[in-house]
Each structure stands twice: as C-alpha cells, then as structure tokens.
C-alpha cells in the first residue's frame, strides 16, 4: 500500500523495504493487518500561527481602501 520510488518509477514493494513516509500514511498502514511498522527517525513540527495577522492587516488595508 506505500508506495516507493526505484529507478525512476514508482513501484509498491512487498516484504521488508525502506522509505521516508508522512505520519498519517503511517497510521492508516498500521490499522490494516499485516503490516509491521518500525520507526527508524523522525521529525516532530510544532504548530504556529503564521499568517493570521497578515492577512488581517491587508484585508483591513484593502476594506479601507475599497471604503
């Protein structure tokens, strides 16, 4: 089900394999049976607010603008 790039093609593996998967892929994988995950590394990401103010200002500079 995860797919894996080798040779310039995209191929889905079966057996013991290595690749760099995103978390939810991972999560739904390991819910269906047969799968065995093991986690070698990883990256953990807080969450920030990063544009909510920006938009706020332009959206005020641009109702102000259009007023």
Same mark, same amino acid.
């Given at each position: 089900?995860l797919?894996?790039? @080798?040779?310039? !093609?995209? /191929?889905?593996?079966?057996?013991?394999? #290595?690749?760099?998967? =995103?978390?939810?892929?991972?999560?739904?994988?390991?819910?269906?049976?047969? @799968?065995?995950? !093991?986690l /070698?590394?990883?990256?953990e990401?807080? #969450?920030?607010?990063? =544009?909510?103010?920006?938009?706020?200002e332009?959206?005020?500079q641009?109702?102000?603008?259009w007023?």
């Amino acid at each position: 089900m995860l797919p894996f790039k @080798y040779q310039g !093609k995209i /191929i889905f593996p079966t057996g013991n394999f #290595k690749g760099v998967y =995103f978390s939810e892929e991972l999560k739904a994988i390991s819910k269906l049976e047969g @799968y065995k995950i !093991k986690l /070698i590394s990883g990256y953990e990401y807080s #969450k920030i607010d990063l =544009f909510t103010k920006y938009v706020e200002e332009f959206f005020a500079q641009k109702k102000f603008y259009w007023s």
